[in-house]
């Protein structure tokens, strides 16, 4: 019997192009599909920060609450909004091949980097704190929106510049003229993935979702969402990590920082593939005990001040 796929995703034009690419995967392989957009809390609520909503998947809640409630039968995310725990009842049915890692500025010109009064937009904490380890006197604002909201802002603004993710812009050909490539940035966990999850007992849609899943991908973007989870970070911490596979072996870089970016606690190790298993777990537990245990706690009351 032929089923219909309900594609479930957030209604922003970055978005819609993933869940396209997905559609249209499917479509090959023979399925039937149809997008069914749903405007999520991250979307509509604009005016604060994300970490001042207190709890992590503010994009991907509205689309878990579809696919329980029989809405929609799968749900495509730009994996690193997606919390390293799921709803009950809900997997991952397959990660996509990865697109560009890197976080880039797009800039109005670059001579503020030579000065102290340089004035960066970001609705991250990751891109905050890297920035400002090293650019120690410049200031942050936040920025928030989707991408084109963000770019709008920028360029009615009178911030030097703003960072965004590459893959982000590169996916709907909005990368500017002016921009600089930040490859000294450690970029969020399961950046440049795109995840598709479904219910765990829809055995049709897990089977046809299966030929999709790009197996040296989901194996870097899970060392570095096991490493998120066990420093317990999601969306409250800045938290960068990137896994790369090259020649049968992963080359694993990452780091914990502080809200000023002053302290940095990193770590950067190689593993055969075949021994991947439960390496992001032993990277975080030596940030940990290299002092990332205190450094999280104080992050967290910080934290929780900013939004008391």
């Known amino acids: 019997m032929s089923r219909v796929i309900r594609i479930g995703t957030r209604d922003s034009e970055l978005a819609l192009w993933q869940a396209n690419a997905v559609k249209n995967a499917l479509e090959k392989l023979g399925h039937e599909t149809k997008l069914v957009p749903v405007k999520s809390q991250g979307d509509l609520v ?56 890197h976080d880039i ?45 963000r770019l709008q802002k920028l360029e009615d603004s009178t911030w030097n510049g703003a960072v965004f993710a590459a893959a982000g812009l590169e996916r709907i050909n909005l990368t500017p003229e002016a921009y600089l490539d930040l490859k000294w940035m450690i970029p969020a966990p399961a950046q440049g993935a795109m995840l598709v999850v479904a219910k765990e007992d829809d055995e049709f849609c897990r089977k046809a979702l299966a030929a999709l899943n790009h197996e040296s991908t989901a194996v870097c973007v899970h060392i570095e969402r096991e490493f998120l989870r066990v420093l317990e970070g999601g969306c409250t911490a800045p938290i960068g990590a990137l896994a790369t596979v090259q020649d049968g072996t992963v080359h694993f870089k990452a780091a914990l920082f502080s809200l000023d970016g002053q302290e940095r606690i990193g770590v950067e190790k190689e593993i055969p593939v075949s021994q991947h298993k439960g390496f992001g777990r032993k990277c ?10 205190v450094l999280m706690r104080k992050i967290k009351e910080e934290v929780n001040n900013t939004k008391g």
């Open 46 to 101: 604009l005016d604060k920060p994300l970490y001042e909503f207190g709890i992590t998947g503010i994009f991907t809640k509205t689309l878990d609450v579809a696919m329980i409630t029989n809405q929609i039968d799968i749900a495509v995310h730009s994996m690193k909004d997606v919390p390293t725990a799921l709803p009950q009842g809900i997997v991952e049915a397959a990660v996509l091949k990865r697109a560009n890692t």
């Open 284 to 293: 975080a537990e030596e940030v940990l005990s290299a002092g990332g245990d």
């Open 105 to 149: 500025l797009v800039h109005k010109g670059t001579d503020f980097l030579n000065d102290d009064d340089g004035i960066i937009a970001t609705g991250s904490l990751r891109r905050q704190a890297q920035w400002l380890h090293k650019y120690p006197n410049h200031e942050i604002v936040d920025l928030r929106g989707n991408v084109n909201t």
